[in-house]
C-alpha cells in the first residue's frame, strides 16, 4: 500500500515559478521506482508531464522541456517539480503517480501503480 501527498499548487502570474512535492508514504521497506507527473486541464484527458528513474534518468514532453525539472530524494522518497516561466495554459490539476516495479514505459497513465490525489495550478494572465 502506499499513499502519494502532493503539496505546492497555487495560483501565480505568467513567468512565475511553483515547485510540486510529492511524498510517498510507503508501508514496506520498498522505495518506489519511477515516479512521474501528470497533468489534467479542465474538459481534457490527463496527460504527462515528466518522468524521472531511480537511476536520475528524466524524461519530459515537449511543452516543458527547459522550463519544467522533475527531481527526487531517494531517501525521502520524495519528488519534486520545479515549474518555470509558467504560462497560462500550464493551468490545470497536476498529479503525482509512481511505479510499483520498473517498467520500461513511462508516459502513460497505466504505466502507473499509484496516484496522488491532485494539486491544482493556476497560471494568471
Known amino acids: 500500500q502506499v499513499l502519494l501527498l502532493e503539496s505546492g499548487g497555487g495560483l501565480v502570474q505568467a513567468g512565475g515559478s511553483l515547485r510540486l512535492s510529492c511524498a510517498a508514504r510507503?508501508?514496506?521497506?520498498?522505495?518506489?521506482?519511477?515516479m512521474g507527473w501528470f497533468l489534467q486541464a479542465p474538459g481534457k484527458e490527463r496527460e504527462f508531464v515528466a518522468a524521472?528513474?531511480?537511476?536520475?534518468?528524466?524524461y519530459y514532453t515537449d511543452s516543458v522541456k527547459g522550463r519544467f525539472t522533475i527531481s527526487r530524494d531517494n531517501a525521502k522518497n520524495v519528488v519534486y517539480l520545479q515549474m518555470n516561466s509558467l504560462k497560462p495554459e500550464d493551468t490545470a490539476v497536476y498529479y503525482c503517480?509512481?511505479?510499483?516495479?520498473?517498467?520500461?514505459?513511462?508516459?502513460?497513465?497505466?504505466?502507473?501503480?499509484?496516484w496522488g490525489q491532485g494539486t491544482q495550478v493556476t497560471v494568471s494572465s
Open positions: 503517480a509512481a511505479q510499483r516495479a520498473y517498467s520500461g514505459y513511462y508516459s502513460g497513465i497505466s504505466n502507473y501503480d499509484y
Open positions: 510507503t508501508f514496506s521497506s520498498n522505495t518506489m521506482g519511477t
Open positions: 524521472i528513474r531511480w537511476s536520475d534518468t528524466t
